[in-house]
């Protein structure tokens, strides 16, 4: 098998977005259409800190904009019943 290395392109995209179902199939299915084909005016993701990922969606077109916090309701729930 031969593996070849390259920076990932706006083309890869809806390979990328298939993948990541595959690979956290609890997460709630991407849909079929994203942007401009789904009549849609914007396009947001969240991204973890790192470097490539950022360069990564950068090349596909989008722009760091935000900063992005989170807070997990339910874990707390569980774990101050649990204390």
């Known amino acids: 098998m031969q593996i070849i290395v390259r920076s990932a392109i706006e083309a890869d995209l809806s390979a990328l977005l298939a993948l990541?179902?595959?690979?956290?199939?609890?997460?709630?299915?991407?849909?079929?259409?994203?942007?401009?084909?789904?009549?849609?005016?914007?396009?947001?993701?969240?991204?973890?800190?790192?470097?490539?990922?950022?360069?990564?969606?950068?090349?596909?077109?989008f722009k760091p904009l935000a900063q992005g916090f989170r807070r997990y309701l339910e874990q707390e729930r569980t774990n101050s019943t649990v204390a």
């Open 20 to 61: 990541y179902g595959e690979l956290n199939p609890d997460d709630a299915p991407l849909p079929g259409q994203l942007g401009e084909s789904a009549d849609c005016y914007k396009a947001q993701l969240l991204a973890a800190d790192d470097e490539y990922v950022h360069t990564f969606y950068g090349t596909c077109g």
